[in-house]
Structure formats: C-alpha cells, structure tokens
C-alpha cells in the first residue's frame, strides 16, 4: 500500500548492526533523499527512543557522532523517534533482535490535503493529515527539572512516575502530526500513522 507521507526512497529495512553507522553519518542520510537530509540536518533534530530494558524512555538532542550512551545500546532498542518541525525518522521493530523497519514522514506530497495549505493539483487527494495538540501529563506539586544542559527536561506525572522529552521545562503539549487515507473501495477515512512535530 502506497502512503502519501513516505516518499518511495524514504522507507526500508536495516540491520541492528549497520543502525548505528548510518545513525553517525552526515545528515542522516539513512533515505538519500535532499530534503530528508535538509529537514533532519544536525544539530536541529531531536529524539525519543524507546526501550525494552530498565533504560526506558530516553530523550535528548541528536548531535552529529556525539551518540549519548543509550543510543548505542541497539541490543535493547525497539523504537527512535527521530524528528523537527518538518518531518520525522522512525525507527522501530516488533521484537528484540528483529530487523529494524524506518520511514521518514512528511507533508511534502500534493496527495495529501494540509489544512491551510494549497495543493497546486487538479486531482482529489488520496490522504490528508491533522495537527493535534495533546496536553502532558506534568505534576503540580514536582516542578520539572532540567538535564543534559537543559537539552532534556524530566517532567513528573500526577501519579507519581516521570519521563524525559527533549523541550524546555515550561511545555505544556505534546504536537503530533495524524496521517490518514481515503480507502481506495468505500472512500472511507482510515487512520495510518503519526509524527511528532514538537512542544509547546
């Protein structure tokens, strides 16, 4: 199936081994696509990775060859989000030792309708994309508390727990980008996929 906000050069599959040669390179250029490799250019993108052991969640500011630690842990990695205001690196896998599957989502394509965004094309589109704005979950009697040089914050929940985003201590949202697209039979709308676009 063909999704409007994965360009064709811009998704695949990668071995745990070769992840993190390609995440050390210039740009990124894990697609060799320009604009991927504009949108992602160091040091503007950030990152939330996601994994299976007590590492958890982890956050920070994606700097050319300056990989934190847990970055390297690939062993125990199931899924880096990879992102900035224009598009977003996805990287993830089902299973521990399993390939690793990557897609880089953007709005680039005339197929998808961006509200207040003119298409320039004379055909209906096949997909369109929403920006929601979700509130965190963030503690009012523990204030947030920077790290990694105020690159990361770590915000605590109401209930108790906490988790890492790489924003100021003042955020209050969460931007995510929705994709969706019209069945090709019923014409009927069907959620697909996400980015994430940034904090506010």
């Not at 958890?56 to 390297?72: D, S």
């Amino acid at each position: 199936m063909k999704y409007p906000w994965i360009a064709n050069e811009n998704h695949g599959t990668i071995e745990e081994d070769m992840l993190l040669e390609k995440l050390t390179e210039t740009a990124l250029a894990l697609p060799k696509a320009s604009y991927t490799e504009t949108a992602l250019a160091l040091p503007k993108a950030r990152y939330i990775a996601f994994y299976s052991n007590n590492t958890g969640i982890k956050a920070g500011v994606f700097r050319q060859k300056q990989l934190l630690p847990e970055l390297k842990d690939l062993a125990h990695l199931l899924e880096l989000r990879l992102f900035n205001h224009d598009c977003e690196l996805k990287i993830s896998r089902m299973m521990i030792g399993k390939v690793f599957h990557y897609r880089v989502a953007d709005e680039s394509s005339n197929e998808i309708d961006v509200p207040g965004k003119n298409r320039n094309s004379n055909t209906a589109p096949t997909a369109l994309c929403y920006e929601e704005k979700q509130y965190l979950d963030i503690s009012t009697s523990k204030p947030p508390k920077a790290v990694q040089a105020g690159d990361v914050t770590k915000f605590y929940s109401s209930t108790g727990g906490y988790y890492e985003l790489p924003a100021s201590r003042n955020v209050k949202q969460i931007i995510v980008v929705n994709y969706f697209k019209y069945h090709e039979e019923t014409g009927n709308l069907q959620f697909h996929d996400f980015r994430i676009k940034g904090f506010e």
